[in-house]
């Protein structure tokens, strides 16, 4: 993800079931939030969230590494590419979730785009990222998926539904308590945005999503079904005890073997 919080906002419930479901869980920020704050340096508050982050995975049980840019310049260059297929082989991902790639936020779209070039790169031996001593190259493509929008809609407030929702009900309180791992945040949305109530703007989307779905609490989820990457539904199966789909939304390799004339499959 782009920031510290931004997991917990959009993901956490989804991660802690993965943590339940005995898998080995990586964090990736690409800032460590360093112009989130009226009152601290910039490189005051980049030790201060960087610290809740780490506290924050922790929490989760993760592994966490900062990819070292900074906030409000986080574009989709050569450098930064290549600074997460890096970090990417380090973990050697078999699913990874990103931002959506329409968000409020340019930082959150940018994001999106170099993960998404990072996450086909890293399995590409001739692919160098520069380092001294480099990563092992990746085995595969992973799978790639796109966590909801801040809020659940684009920049002209349209909502942007998800492919399939995992329900988080369970998951609820530990989201809230690794979302408060990050109290520097709260005073910086209070000033910035003028939005109080921290945990209860995430509960009130995850309400909303839940609502959406019949259940009570939930997270929205899409996977990137582009050329190359894998259409296996890996989330959706290890998940599928929590897992409400939106009918009618399958890869396109399905979708052609249905279209195909006089009703062959």
């Given at each position: 993800m782009a920031h510290p919080d931004d997991v917990e906002f959009l993901i956490a419930g989804t991660l802690f079931h993965l943590k339940a479901a005995d898998w080995d869980?990586?964090?990736?920020?690409?800032?460590?939030?360093?112009?989130?704050?009226?009152?601290?340096?910039?490189?005051?508050?980049?030790?201060?969230?960087?610290?809740?982050?780490?506290?924050?995975?922790?929490?989760?049980?993760?592994?966490?590494?900062?990819?070292?840019?900074?906030?409000?310049?986080?574009?989709?260059?050569?450098?930064?590419?290549?600074?997460?297929?890096?970090?990417?082989?380090?973990?050697?991902?078999?699913?990874?979730?990103?931002?959506?790639?329409?968000?409020?936020?340019?930082?959150?779209?940018?994001?999106?785009?170099?993960?998404?070039?990072?996450?086909?790169?890293?399995?590409?031996?001739?692919y160098k990222t520069g380092h001294t001593s480099p990563a092992q190259i990746g085995h595969r493509i992973p799978t790639l998926y796109y966590a909801d929008p801040i809020a659940g809609n684009n920049p002209l407030g349209e909502r942007i539904y998800p492919h399939f929702y995992v329900v988080i009900t369970d998951q609820l309180g530990k989201k809230r308590d690794m979302l408060s791992c990050h109290a520097s945040q709260r005073k910086w949305m209070q000033q910035q945005h003028g939005v109080d109530e921290y945990l209860e703007q995430m509960t009130d989307w995850a309400s909303q999503y839940g609502q959406e779905c019949g259940a009570g609490y939930a997270e929205g989820l899409r996977q990137h079904w582009g050329h190359a990457f894998p259409e296996e539904p890996i989330l959706q199966e290890v998940l599928k005890p929590h897992v409400h789909r939106n009918e009618g939304i399958q890869p396109p390799s399905i979708r052609l073997r249905q279209e195909e004339p006089n009703g062959q499959e």
């Amino acid at each position: 993800m782009a920031h510290p919080d931004d997991v917990e906002f959009l993901i956490a419930g989804t991660l802690f079931h993965l943590k339940a479901a005995d898998w080995d869980v990586g964090i990736v920020t690409m800032t460590a939030g360093d112009k989130g704050s009226t009152t601290h340096s910039q490189e005051e508050v980049a030790r201060i969230r960087h610290a809740e982050a780490q506290a924050g995975a922790e929490y989760l049980g993760a592994w966490y590494h900062c990819v070292g840019l900074m906030d409000l310049e986080i574009f989709a260059t050569a450098e930064n590419i290549s600074r997460v297929v890096e970090q990417m082989r380090i973990f050697q991902p078999d699913v990874v979730i990103t931002h959506s790639p329409v968000d409020y936020l340019l930082d959150h779209e940018e994001t999106a785009r170099i993960v998404r070039s990072a996450a086909f790169a890293m399995s590409a031996p001739l692919y160098k990222t520069g380092h001294t001593s480099p990563a092992q190259i990746g085995h595969r493509i992973p799978t790639l998926y796109y966590a909801d929008p801040i809020a659940g809609n684009n920049p002209l407030g349209e909502r942007i539904y998800p492919h399939f929702y995992v329900v988080i009900t369970d998951q609820l309180g530990k989201k809230r308590d690794m979302l408060s791992c990050h109290a520097s945040q709260r005073k910086w949305m209070q000033q910035q945005h003028g939005v109080d109530e921290y945990l209860e703007q995430m509960t009130d989307w995850a309400s909303q999503y839940g609502q959406e779905c019949g259940a009570g609490y939930a997270e929205g989820l899409r996977q990137h079904w582009g050329h190359a990457f894998p259409e296996e539904p890996i989330l959706q199966e290890v998940l599928k005890p929590h897992v409400h789909r939106n009918e009618g939304i399958q890869p396109p390799s399905i979708r052609l073997r249905q279209e195909e004339p006089n009703g062959q499959e």
